[in-house]
């Protein structure tokens, strides 16, 4: 049974799926190509995937009662079940890219004589834990630690201000939209990941409203690290720097005495991370379960880690290979993050005279409970 999620909790997952992924790895890849621009980039990956997160929320509409698995399997029992298991693919796919990706990351980071592989089954394990306590903690950890994660979002440009060089950003009018459209192509594929959502969440609790909220302070916040990249750290080195956020919390000082102020900042940020890896598992796991109604998720929870902890070293020998990968996995993103949506929208959305009969029937039973009501308070 799937457990109502408010729109707030909405407005925090799609944050911490949009964000997660995106601020560890593409912006060097985008700076390289857009240059002082690279935040124009996020403009047209918010606004496809706007569209995008539109049409599928229109698809809720049609089964309030039903996330999109049960959807797509109670109407198309064969084709339905075969799109499913294309999506559990994919999002297996991110889950060892996730934990390879910040795997990687924490061990320059943070553990730098400890080794991946030991830092990667730590964060796997505790990933497994989460996803046993179910969407609840899922939900939980984003209220708590993506809520954090935009609290130092908010502190850290003042703490850049000696920092900055507005003129890394010249010449403010000369855009170049074909680096635009480059940077835009990189990051794509980790903003998009929100597609998510509808497959683990109730059409009642799914909503579009939410979802532009989340979408928007997303863009937003992400426009601003941009920003903060490039005049603090300059193009060209921010360009060639695998972990350009990194190397941005490297350059806070907050006094004198107090030095590497980056590792506090990794550390408050490392667990919104292990939450997005635990919602790579829990999806995987939760589509399992909708594909095959005699199978726990909870107890596919341990062997899909470990086959995700095997692909994460099996797919990608080494963080170059994975970097490099961006521009290749944008083709396939774009498949499950445009295109499905679309496809689905076409078959799957509400019709107007449907729509219109159920909201007429709708506002029958309001009346005739108003009418009801009405009745008993009046004298006999």
């Known amino acids: 049974m799937n457990q109502s999620v408010t729109h707030r909790q909405i407005v925090l997952l799609v944050l911490l799926l949009?964000?997660?992924?995106?601020?560890?790895?593409?912006?060097?890849?985008?700076?390289?190509?857009?240059e002082q621009h690279a935040y124009l980039s996020y403009v047209p990956v918010v606004l496809v995937m706007l569209v995008s997160m539109w049409m599928i929320s229109r698809v809720q509409r049609r089964f309030p009662n039903q996330d999109l698995f049960e959807a797509l399997v109670e109407r198309f029992p064969l084709l339905g079940r075969l799109a499913g298991v294309m999506y559990i693919l994919f999002f297996f796919f991110v889950f060892a890219r996730d934990i390879r990706l910040i795997g990687d990351y924490v061990s320059i980071t943070l553990l730098e004589t400890t080794p991946i592989s030991i830092v990667v089954l730590s964060l796997?394990?505790?990933?497994?834990?989460?996803?046993?306590?179910?969407?609840?903690?899922?939900?939980?950890?984003?209220?708590?630690?993506?809520?954090?994660?935009?609290?130092?979002?908010?502190?850290?440009?003042?703490?850049?201000?000696?920092?900055?060089?507005?003129?890394?950003?010249?010449p403010y009018f000369h855009v170049d939209p074909a680096g635009v459209g480059?940077?835009?192509?990189?990051?794509?594929?980790?903003?998009?990941?929100?597609?998510?959502?509808?497959?683990?969440?109730?059409?009642?609790?799914?909503?579009?409203?939410?979802?532009?909220?989340?979408?928007?302070?997303?863009?937003?916040?992400?426009?601003?690290?941009?920003?903060?990249?490039?005049?603090s750290i300059g193009?060209?080195?921010?360009?060639?720097?695998?972990?350009?956020?990194?190397?941005?919390?490297?350059?806070?000082q907050i006094s004198d005495f107090l030095d590497r102020f980056d590792l506090a900042l990794a550390a408050a940020t490392l667990p919104?991370?292990?939450?997005?890896?635990?919602?790579?598992?829990?999806?995987?796991?939760?589509?399992?379960?909708?594909?095959?109604?005699?199978?726990?998720?909870?107890?596919?929870?341990?062997?899909?880690?470990?086959?995700?902890?095997?692909?994460?070293?099996?797919?990608?020998?080494?963080?170059?290979?994975?970097?490099?990968?961006?521009?290749?996995?944008?083709?396939?993103?774009?498949?499950?993050?445009?295109?499905?949506?679309?496809?689905?929208?076409?078959?799957?959305?509400?019709?107007?005279?449907?729509?219109?009969?159920?909201k007429d029937s709708m506002k029958d039973v309001e009346k005739g409970r108003k009418d009801s009501h009405g009745g008993e308070l009046q004298p006999s």
């Open 235 to 252: 193009v060209p080195i921010a360009s060639r720097l695998v972990y350009p956020s990194y190397e941005l919390a490297r350059q806070l």
């Open 272 to 358: 919104t991370m292990i939450t997005k890896i635990a919602f790579d598992l829990y999806f995987v796991c939760w589509g399992l379960k909708r594909m095959i109604p005699n199978v726990s998720g909870k107890v596919m929870t341990g062997p899909v880690a470990l086959v995700g902890f095997v692909c994460a070293f099996w797919f990608f020998r080494n963080a170059i290979q994975l970097y490099r990968f961006t521009r290749e996995w944008t083709w396939i993103a774009i498949v499950f993050e445009v295109m499905f949506p679309l496809v689905l929208f076409l078959f799957l959305r509400p019709r107007k005279k449907k729509a219109q009969e159920s």
């Open 18 to 34: 949009s964000i997660t992924g995106t601020l560890i790895q593409p912006h060097a890849q985008a700076i390289f190509y857009a």
């Open 124 to 170: 796997m394990i505790m990933a497994v834990f989460i996803v046993r306590g179910g969407l609840g903690s899922l939900i939980g950890m984003a209220e708590l630690y993506v809520t954090l994660f935009l609290l130092n979002s908010v502190i850290v440009p003042f703490m850049l201000i000696q920092q900055v060089n507005m003129d890394n950003l010249m």
């Open 182 to 231: 480059k940077g835009s192509w990189y990051i794509f594929s980790f903003y998009g990941e929100m597609i998510a959502l509808p497959f683990v969440v109730k059409g009642s609790d799914f909503r579009f409203k939410p979802v532009f909220w989340g979408m928007i302070i997303s863009g937003l916040l992400m426009i601003l690290i941009m920003v903060e990249t490039i005049t």
